[in-house]
């Protein structure tokens, strides 16, 4: 097993730095397009052997430190009793958005095993083939509920923020149940054998600092609490966060994930003392490779070789993004970050 992931998620000394990527399984690859063309994304979520061949796909391509469960951020929707679809080109879609009391009270408490564990059976199924470890993920309470409210991804969040500040009793009791939902889906992963699991809070840098800490924090602080007992590392990750990284942090996480917009030593005087994942602007790997390249060394230089530090974009893979790219990029930060000999 190469474990140079899960010891850089400790902020222990590896021989290179780990380098895996967010979507690192997806439209950029000709092999996933080919089964897309026969199979719904969700039809690929339900099916464990497809979900494994998906998974591990990339593994093999790329030379990357870890796998990522393939899965999507709703799948906990099924549980709670919410019907919804994943629309190309637009993401999830719910068709009777969440916004009145008796909505939020229909929601069913989460049964992973029963409800989800064709998700659980694609993680054992992993694991038994995997060479890499395996992370897991959910999506985090207020990055789901911010869809479950406007019904589709949204920049603004009129509907999410109108909850949030005029009916914060309604608002508490969503976050409430779908941070119960979270922490059980995610025990159940690492019960089924991830070794690492991920929170994508990928709306939250919408917020402004205070709503976040009165609004958002306290469920976070909860949900790291429990995951805490699980014994697997945490990572928390956001985008458009910049403002929001010391809440963050002292909300919970082994690993803050950043995006581009903020440098990474900057971003780590901010979290203090927890690991940190990122951040190359993935648009950059659609221009010319060495742009990329000479972006990544600027990062891994500003990292400088501190323990904790795993290299990743600041969100996911673009489809458009050649393979080669993210092939020579993984090459690139394993030389580059290579111990000298005698050196762990």
């Given at each position: 097993?190469?474990?140079?992931?899960?010891?850089?998620?400790?902020?222990?000394?590896?021989?290179?730095?780990?380098?895996?990527?967010?979507?690192?399984?997806?439209?950029?690859?000709?092999?996933?397009?080919?089964?897309?063309?026969?199979?719904?994304?969700?039809?690929?979520?339900?099916?464990?052997?497809?979900?494994?061949?998906?998974?591990?796909?990339?593994?093999?391509?790329?030379?990357?430190?870890?796998?990522?469960?393939?899965?999507?951020?709703?799948?906990?929707?099924?549980?709670?009793?919410?019907?919804?679809?994943?629309?190309?080109?637009?993401?999830?879609?719910?068709?009777?958005?969440?916004?009145?009391?008796?909505?939020?009270?229909?929601?069913?408490?989460?049964?992973?095993?029963?409800?989800?564990?064709?998700?659980?059976?694609?993680?054992?199924?992993?694991?038994?083939?995997?060479?890499?470890?395996?992370?897991?993920?959910?999506?985090?309470?207020?990055?789901?509920?911010?869809?479950?409210?406007?019904?589709?991804?949204?920049?603004?969040?009129?509907?999410?923020?109108?909850?949030?500040?005029?009916?914060?009793?309604?608002?508490?009791?969503?976050?409430s149940r779908l941070t119960d939902a979270t922490i059980a889906y995610l025990q159940a992963q690492v019960t089924a054998g991830v070794q690492a699991v991920q929170l994508f809070d990928s709306w939250v840098g919408a917020l402004a600092p205070c709503d976040y800490a009165l609004a958002v924090m306290p469920h976070m602080q909860r949900l790291f609490g429990a995951l805490a007992a699980l014994g697997v590392p945490v990572i928390h990750f956001g985008t458009g966060t910049a403002g929001l990284l010391p809440l963050m942090a002292r909300s919970g996480g082994d690993v803050i994930g950043v995006d581009w917009r903020i440098r990474l030593s900057d971003a780590w005087a901010r979290i203090g003392d927890a690991g940190i994942q990122g951040n190359l602007d993935p648009w950059m790997l659609l221009a010319p490779f060495e742009v990329a390249a000479e972006a990544a060394r600027e990062i891994l230089a500003d990292a400088a070789g501190r323990p904790g530090h795993i290299f990743n974009l600041g969100h996911g893979v673009l489809p458009q993004t050649p393979p080669d790219h993210l092939r020579r990029l993984v090459e690139l930060v394993h030389k580059h970050t290579q111990a000298p000999p005698g050196r762990p």
């Open positions: 097993m190469n474990d140079r992931f899960l010891r850089a998620c400790r902020r222990e000394p590896t021989d290179r730095t780990p380098v895996w990527f967010m979507r690192q399984a997806g439209r950029y690859q000709s092999e996933y397009r080919a089964l897309r063309a026969r199979h719904s994304m969700l039809e690929l979520c339900r099916t464990p052997e497809l979900c494994a061949q998906v998974t591990l796909l990339p593994v093999e391509q790329l030379g990357v430190d870890a796998a990522i469960l393939f899965a999507d951020i709703m799948l906990p929707l099924i549980g709670l009793g919410v019907p919804f679809d994943i629309v190309e080109g637009t993401g999830p879609v719910i068709g009777e958005p969440i916004r009145t009391d008796a909505r939020v009270d229909a929601l069913r408490p989460l049964e992973p095993e029963s409800d989800l564990g064709f998700v659980l059976e694609a993680i054992r199924l992993i694991r038994g083939e995997a060479r890499v470890p395996l992370i897991g993920f959910a999506g985090a309470p207020f990055t789901v509920a911010s869809y479950l409210i406007e019904g589709r991804g949204s920049r603004d969040l009129p509907h999410t923020k109108a909850m949030l500040h005029g009916a914060p009793a309604l608002w508490d009791r969503l976050m």
